[in-house]
C-alpha cells in the first residue's frame, strides 16, 4: 500500500512525519505519475483556495478529483476537509473541491475570536484517552447526507458542528493530529480505511 501525501502546499511534511511514526513511508506527490502511483492519498492542512488553484495549473485537479471519486482511501485534514467537501460554503473566487464526501463545508467557521482553540474531543472509532483537536482558522461540516458518518462534533454556543467525518473511503477532519505527536487518527486511517 503505497500512501501518498499532496505536496503542493501546506503542512504535508507534518503528515509525512505522523505516517512515519506509524510505520509508513508515505511518498510526497506533487505530479500525474506520482498520482497515478498511489494507492491513498492523504491532502494536508494549509490553505484550500491555493492547493485548488496549484492543482488545476497543474494539470491534477480532475486526476485527484476522479481518483477519490473512484475509491482511492483520502483522508483530508482542515483545507484537506474543505477540498473534499462535495461542496464548500462562500468558496473564494476560483476555488473548486475535488469532491469525496457528500457535505457542505463552511470554511473559517470558527470565526476571529476563536480562530484558533484547541479542544479534547470524542472521536468514534478511537478509544479513550480523548483525542486533541488542534483548530487552525479550522472548517466546520455545515451539513452533510445521509451516507455521511460523524465521528467527532464540537459544541459552540449551544450548537453542535461536525468535525471529524468519514463517507465510504473518504476520511476529512477539521483539526491537525499531525501537529500533537498522537498519531491514533492517521493509524485510524490506515487500518479501518485503507487496508479494508
Ligand atoms: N482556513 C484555511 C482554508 O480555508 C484552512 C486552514 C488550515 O488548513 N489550517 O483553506
Wanted: charge should be negative; charged fraction near 25%; include cysteine.
Amino acid at each position: 500500500m503505497r500512501i501518498g501525501v499532496l505536496a503542493l502546499q501546506g503542512d504535508f511534511r507534518e503528515h509525512m512525519v505522523a505516517l512515519a511514526e506509524i510505520g509508513i513511508g508515505a511518498v510526497a506527490v506533487k505530479t500525474a505519475e506520482e498520482i497515478v502511483a498511489i494507492d491513498a492519498l492523504v491532502i494536508p492542512g494549509g490553505e484550500s483556495t491555493t492547493i485548488s488553484k496549484l492543482a488545476k495549473s497543474f494539470n491534477l485537479f480532475d486526476l485527484i478529483s476522479d481518483r477519490i471519486s473512484n475509491g482511492m482511501p483520502t483522508y483530508g485534514s482542515c483545507a484537506g476537509m474543505i477540498l473534499v467537501a462535495k461542496s464548500i460554503q462562500d468558496p473564494a473566487s476560483g476555488q473548486d473541491s475535488f469532491g469525496g464526501i457528500d457535505m457542505v463545508v463552511k470554511r473559517n467557521a470558527f470565526g476571529r475570536q476563536v480562530d484558533s482553540f484547541e479542544a479534547d474531543l470524542d472521536f468514534k472509532g478511537i478509544t479513550e484517552p480523548k483525542v486533541r483537536g488542534v483548530f487552525i482558522r479550522a472548517p466546520w461540516v455545515e451539513s452533510c447526507g445521509p451516507n455521511v458518518e460523524v465521528l467527532a462534533k464540537v459544541e459552540i454556543e449551544g450548537n453542535s458542528h461536525p468535525v471529524a467525518v468519514r463517507e465510504g473511503k473518504v476520511l476529512a477532519t477539521a483539526f491537525h493530529p499531525e501537529l500533537t505527536g498522537d498519531f491514533r487518527v492517521h493509524r485510524y486511517f490506515v487500518e479501518e480505511i485503507c487496508k479494508k
